[in-house]
């Protein structure tokens, strides 16, 4: 069976989780789109937070087992509204499931952080080939950026893993390998196409997006993570958060947001997360 809803709207969401009652949540719905969420930052803040706020809430209501919480790398030591948004949501979910223990009842929330898929939607190998077929330029914001790069059946299964040997309230973080130099991979799939690099397609740097910074944090080191038995998945250590006190910071925060108040919203978002430092962005002012 399947149904549509938006994680934004609480009563519709609650009608598909009573009529389905389900015992096993992925949630993955966010805006992930990092120079948008930067010009929409109370947008960020509904969908990414709010609606998180919802599914996990509805969740405990409807005793559902477990709840996955499907995060990103960018929401470690975050430089965009997008990634504070994820940490947020990570923050909440864990806080969350402590409450759970306390109380004894039945879901466990789970958050898996990973970096970029290939070949999903909006990811850069779709982009890339679209601008290859229509011959150029490929685009490059910056000739030394780098990204971790994880293939779709991968991220799935590590997802999947994660789930199962969670214990409630983990952060696992997935070994995403080396990272790779956008530029490179550029330059690759042009010749893969049967074509010349800056001869037959001309390369463009654009320049960094708003939000956006050269590399994205390494997730799995021996100083922030312990191993698990799956060698491509580790346990994050991070900080824990009380679940009443968060939830007394969340409210006014969506409560901004709604009133698509852009400047107390991300102050706000700096406040609670205080490692959020704004790159490239309007914002870098608050952190001053």
């Not at 969420?37 to 996990?56: F, I, L, Q, R």
């Not at 890339?128 to 971790?148: A, N």
């Not at 550029?186 to 939000?211: C, E, F, N, Q």
Request: charged letters at 25%.
């Amino acid at each position: 069976a399947t149904s549509i809803t938006n994680v934004s709207h609480r009563r519709q969401l609650d009608i598909c989780m009573r009529q389905y009652r389900p015992d096993l949540i992925f949630h993955a719905a966010a805006y992930k789109h990092v120079p948008l969420m930067e010009e929409n930052p109370c947008t960020a803040v509904v969908n990414n937070v709010k609606g998180t706020m919802h599914a996990a809430s509805l969740a405990v209501k409807y005793k559902a087992k477990r709840f996955v919480m499907v995060s990103t790398d960018k929401a470690v030591n975050p430089t965009s509204v997008m990634g504070a948004t994820k940490r947020l949501a990570e923050i909440f979910v864990q806080s969350l499931n402590e409450a759970m223990l306390k109380e004894e009842l039945p879901t466990v929330f789970i958050t898996t952080r990973f970096g970029n898929v290939l070949g999903s939607a909006g990811s850069v190998i779709p982009l890339f080939k679209e601008q290859i077929k229509r011959g150029g330029p490929v685009t490059v914001t910056h000739p030394e950026i780098i990204r971790y790069f994880m293939t779709i059946p991968e991220a799935c299964r590590l997802i999947l893993q994660a789930n199962a040997m969670g214990g409630g309230g983990d952060v696992f973080v997935f070994d995403m390998g080396k990272q790779v130099k956008i530029m490179d991979l550029a330059k690759k799939m042009i010749r893969l196409s049967g074509l010349s690099p800056m001869k037959d397609i001309p390369i463009k740097i654009t320049g960094l997006r708003p939000g956006e910074k050269l590399y994205e944090e390494l997730l799995a080191i021996k100083e922030n993570t312990l191993p698990t038995l799956n060698e491509k998945i580790y346990r994050a250590q991070v900080r824990e958060y009380d679940f009443k006190e968060i939830n007394e910071l969340m409210d006014p925060l969506v409560h901004l947001a709604v009133c698509v108040d852009k400047v107390r919203t991300v102050k706000l978002m700096k406040e609670i997360v205080p490692e959020f430092k704004s790159k490239n962005s309007e914002y870098e002012v608050l952190d001053k």
